[in-house]
Structures are given as structure tokens and as C-alpha cells.
């Protein structure tokens, strides 16, 4: 039911497809997060319209509200929230770290509590597994501890050795299961031995796809390239390697260029729904009062819903009054322009000049536009 | 630029076409809500999809935030939100008493605070009308002063005196402008004599259309089906008649049938927006945990976006997560759902059953329903 095929490359920078049994991504790809089976204020039919190929669902979020059994009686995710493209789902390791309150991790796995009503549960790699399975995402991930940072190389090595003992009992757990691509979580810190350690043991393993996960905690960015462009020197070039929560449109220049096929992260959405959108120009603050009488669309060239039907004064204006469609209109921007930058970086490696593309937009692309 | 034809009558429901600039409205309508140029979580496009025909703007939101003047430099109401038919503005009456803080009223207009941000600003009959020319609606409405509910005789018959001279004062102050329709609002509290008086007194000032202000304001029901009746006796049959701020489904037939043409409310909208939807079956609670698994959609017989796309279940976790789509999902239902018994109301009319139509949905069509 999987197959990834690598297409072109430009540098290390890769162009290829994945094929899944919702349908074929073509890759580099951006994933819009859908915490709890919905991209926040947006239709299907919007995120359909916008370009997005593929969406994240959080395990976590979905196991405590509604519940993976309900989604799984309801006959699963895509139908849940009627989605007919390719759902990808995290196992819940880094939120069970980050979101919730006393969390207690053994070898077995991790009891934590619910941050909403403080209920308390345990994930174990066959639970998380066992959660995604109801879901029913098409790629799902294997249960990682995601270390904190700063953390000891000490704590960072003994919680690689964990993840890893996990990603085997993951494996286990999944069986034959040919329906849903179980994907290995890459962890070790910032060290660049124990991100191959890592990798080479998860290779052995033989995961269709490899996830990066424990960047973008906090370390400096340059730690995250060198981590980066490490591991794509490792892991295989027939499989697709998905680098979690990250990042900006920069972000995600940089990390193509070192051989990341997918990506994920909130910040299109999040920062949209305070007003702040990204496009070719740089970031632009469309709540802010400079824009007030502006008639012209966020972005002059974008053809996203958005900027074919409404002025940034209107938008801003839908800010200033706390008006819901404000964000909708802002959201759907934002997720355009990933998209679209990522179609045309895509469109830059066919033709073998993405270094060219990269140098051409980095230089102002995360850049907060002033004027 | 306007006209009004009647085209049937059943009982003494009717049924008519008012011509404006925008184009042509079939009556009875409802016109939903949107009091800052957005009605709240929708885009234009899905309320053109859903049906309405007209909306309502607020002059006294609009003036405070964006402001008028803003609005008329962007190219009028229209183009600043992008809605292509008519749209219909009140005069801010009702909203300096309801909303606004310490207000004084005297013969020459109302002065009052906002509720934004404590300033303080002046209505009068002519700056209200020169703030709806701004704005550009269609169908606009002279300034009235609507009295709170209860009041005594003596402050509804003072307070009708000034709103018939404010009436002649929005008459004169519109002039001869021919690209806006502006109605006269007939008060008089729930006083047959003084709402007699009111109508006739505005007949005399020949405007294009009448409302009917001050009811819906804590009156008995029973008060305001009387009002209508006697004023559906006293009010020309080749002009529309505009209930304003009413009401439940029940109340749209009851006065229908009282022979009103146009209704605006909050009531589908608002109501979604907290998880409560109307229905052919009555009222649904959508947020209800009994719809915990519920695939069906919220009326089986419905073919709005929302019912054709989204079970029960699904609308209820999204309220239970606070999910800004849930309220999206509920707000195109119920405004679909008003569109369309408006439609199947006139319908009836031009079959002359409309009596019959009433009888049949009168019984549940306003009940939560339990099951």
C-alpha cells in the first residue's frame, strides 16, 4: 500500500512521491495540524482548496477527547471529520511530555495526567500503537520520549535507549498491518553519536519512513542543521524522512535543502489567528494599524480565497472587532503559502535549481515585513 | 430604483418582490445579522450558498468600529466586505439604548457612550442618515427612539412625538437620494392608538417601506401579534413592512401571517454559535452528550453544507473542544435552515396554503427537541 519513489534531487534537496491508501503525496510536503480532527476554523473543503495534501492528527488530544474507540466506532478519523486525503498521527510521546501534568515515564512507558480534567493514564508503545490502529491515520508514528532541552548527554543516552527498546515493541505491536505506515522517531539530542545511533538502530528495524524528532525544542538552529544534514547522510534514500514541529517558511527552505521530505508545525496556523501571515514578502502583521485603509490583498500575487476577496484593511478590521472570520481568512492565507512555497520549492529540485530558489527567498521570507 | 409588487396573498400572508440596486429580493425574507460587516464565523460565500438574500449591518458598530467614514473611502459596505446583494443597515436607535452607556436623549438626538471604549458621541436624525449614506446599504432606516419595556403610557406617547419628528427630520436630510430606500419605523409600545397614530403619521411622509420598531423587546407575545395585526390593516399593501429583531421560526409564521415581509434576528446565529440549531423537528441541542455518537446529520432532510458533510457527533466534539468550526457548522445550518422555511412559507402563499403550512410546523417547529 506504501511506496515512496524518489523522483529528482537538487543538491541533497529531494523531490518525490509517497504513496498512501488515501492517495499519493507528492513530496517535499507540509502538513496542517488538526489537533483534535479539525485544522483550526477550517473546513475540509477549505484545506482541500488550498492545496493541502496531507494533515496531522495529535493522538494524544484525540485519545483524551473524544476518544480513540468513539472515532474508531464512527468508522475513523477521515470519516470522523470527513477528510478524504492522507491523515498522518503522532503517538503522543511529545505531548504527554509537554502538555500534561505529572508525568512518570518507566521502561514501560509514561503515566501522565489529562490536562483537562486530570484523570490519569498510561501510554505504553502497544497502547499508542493500539490508539492509532482506531484511528486509522495512514502513517502513525512509533511512542518516543522526547527528551527536554537543555538536557544531560547522561539522560539524552539513557532516554535513546528507551525510545529505541519502544520502537521495537511499536514494530511488534503493529504486526502486519498493511494499511497504516509505522514510522521510527529518530532521537538523540544534540549529539551528533547518539542521532547515529539512533538512526542505524531504527534502520535495522526496517521502518517504511523515518521521523526527526527532539529538534526544534530549543536548541540553537544551527544544532538542528548540523543534526539534520547528519542524518540524511544515514538513513536511507528510499524512504521518506519527516522532520517533526517544524518550522518556519525558512525553516523549511533550510531543511529541504538537507533532505527532508515532510514537515508539520502550528505556527502558519497559530500565528494567523493573532493576526501575523506569512508570504513571499516576509511576515506581514495584518492586525496591524498601518493597514487600516490598505485595499490591497495580504499578498498582491497569491491566489489563495483570501487574497481574491478581501482588502488587508477588511481583515484587519475583522481582527480590531474580535471577529471569527478573521482568523478563517487569515488561516486559509498562511496555509496557502506553505503550500504553494513548497510546491515551488518541489518545482525548483524537477528542475535542479533549488539552491538558486533558496537563495533567492531566505534572505527575507521569515523577515517581519516593515513598511 | 426600488419598487415593491405584490404577487399573492393567502389569508393576509403575502408574498412580493422589492427591487434594489443589488438586485431583487423575494418576500417574506430573513435577513441574518451582521453587525460589524461579518455575520459572526461566516464568509460571504457561504452565505450566498446557504441562501440569504439580504443582510443587516449596524450603523451604531460601524460607526464606532471601523467608522463610516472609513468604510465610504473603501467603496461603501459592499465592497469593504465583499457581499454583492443587498444589504439593509438600522439607524442605531435601538443600539445607543441598549448598548451603549449613559445616554440623553433630548429633541435633537441622543448623546451617548461607547461601549468600546467610553467615549462619548452624538446621534441625531440627520447624522444617522448622513452615517448610513456612508455606509451605502440598500434599505436604510430613519432614526427612532425605541422605548424600554415596561414603560408608562406618558413616556411612549412623548417618546413617539419625537420619533415622528426625527422621522421628517431623516425624510428631509435624504433628500432626493434615489440609490437608498429609507423606512420609517412605526413605535408606539404595545398602544393600539399610539401605533395607529405612528403609521398613519409616517403614511403621510410616503416612504418607500415601513418598519415595525419596539416589539420583541419583553412585551407579551400575544402584544405583539395583536400590534402586527392592527398595523397589517393600516399600512399600505403596495409598500414591504419589515418586523424588526424577530424572532423563532414559530414567530416568523405567526407574523407572516400577520402580513410581514422581512425579518432580521440574532437568534439563528447567536443560538448556534452555542451549540443550539433549529430544525424542521424542532430545536437540536447539538452540543447535547445524547448525540455523543450520533452519525447522523443534525436534520436528515437538510441539504445545507453542514448536513451534507458532518455528523452529529462530530459538530458535538467540536463544541466540546471548543472548536471555532463547530459554531461555523452550526451558524450554516440554522441560518439554511431559516432560508429555506422562508421559502417554503412563500411557496405556500403563491399556492394559497399558507394556512395550512403554518398549522402543519406551528406545533414543534419552535420545541427543543428531547429525544
Redesign the interface.
Known amino acids: 500500500m506504501f511506496t515512496y519513489s524518489l523522483e529528482a534531487t537538487s543538491g541533497h534537496a529531494r523531490a518525490g512521491r509517497f504513496t498512501t491508501p488515501h492517495g499519493e503525496i507528492l513530496t517535499p510536503v507540509f502538513m496542517p495540524v488538526g489537533t483534535?480532527?479539525?485544522v483550526?476554523?477550517?473546513?475540509?473543503?477549505e484545506l482541500q482548496d488550498l492545496g493541502a495534501q496531507i494533515i496531522l492528527g495529535n493522538t494524544y488530544h484525540l485519545f483524551l477527547?473524544?476518544g480513540h474507540e468513539?472515532i474508531e466506532?464512527?468508522?475513523g478519523l477521515h470519516r470522523?471529520?470527513?477528510w478524504q486525503r492522507p491523515i498522518l498521527t503522532d503517538s503522543g510521546g511529545f505531548q504527554v511530555m509537554s502538555l500534561s501534568g505529572l508525568t512518570r515515564i518507566t521502561p514501560e512507558g509514561v503515566r501522565f495526567q489529562s490536562h483537562i480534567d486530570g484523570s490519569y493514564h498510561m501510554f505504553t508503545p502497544e497502547r499508542a500503537i493500539e490508539i492509532q490502529h482506531a484511528l486509522g491515520a495512514d502513517i502513525i508514528m512509533a511512542f518516543d520520549e522526547c527528551p527536554p532541552y537543555p538536557a544531560t548527554r547522561a539522560y539524552v543516552a539513557d532516554s535513546l535507549q528507551t525510545t529505541l527498546d519502544w520502537a521495537r515493541r511499536c514494530r511488534e505491536a503493529h504486526g502486519d498491518n498493511d494499511t497504516q505506515a509505522l514510522f521510527g522517531i529518530v532521537q538523540g539530542g544534540v549529539h551528533d553519536d547518539l542521532r547515529e545511533e539512533s538512526a542505524l538502530a531504527l534502520m535495522q528495524m526496517d521502518f517504511p519512513g523515518h521521523s526527526i524528532g527532539g529538534l526544534a525544542v530549543g536548541e540553537d538552529k544551527s544544532d538542528m542543521l548540523r543534526i539534520v544534514a547528519l542524518l540524511d547522510g544515514i538513513l536511507p534514500v528510499d524512504k521518506p524522512r519527516y522532520l517533526m514541529g517544524v518550522g518556519t517558511p525558512g525553516d523549511l527552505l533550510r531543511n529541504i535543502a538537507r533532505g527532508v521530505d515532510m514537515f508539520d508545525c502550528v505556527m502558519p496556523t497559530r500565528n494567523a489567528r493573532k493576526g501575523s501571515v506569512f508570504t513571499w514578502q516576509g511576515r506581514l502583521i495584518v492586525k496591524a494599524a498601518r493597514y487600516?485603509?490598505d485595499?490591497r490583498p495580504i499578498d498582491e500575487g497569491c491566489s489563495c480565497?483570501t487574497c481574491r476577496?478581501?482588502?488587508r484593511?477588511?481583515i484587519r478590521?475583522?481582527f480590531?472587532?474580535g471577529?471569527?472570520?478573521g482568523?478563517?481568512?487569515a488561516s486559509i492565507h498562511s496555509l496557502h503559502f506553505y503550500a504553494e512555497l513548497i510546491n515551488m520549492a518541489r518545482q525548483a529540485i524537477l528542475e535542479d535549481r533549488f539552491e538558486e530558489f533558496t537563495r533567492e527567498h531566505l534572505p527575507r521570507i521569515d523577515e517581519t515585513i516593515k513598511e
Open positions: 483534535v480532527a479539525s483550526k476554523t477550517l473546513s475540509p473543503h477527547r473524544p468513539l466506532r464512527l468508522g470522523f471529520m470527513n487600516k485603509e485595499t480565497y476577496n478581501f482588502s484593511a477588511y478590521h475583522l480590531q472587532s471577529e471569527l472570520l482568523m478563517r481568512l
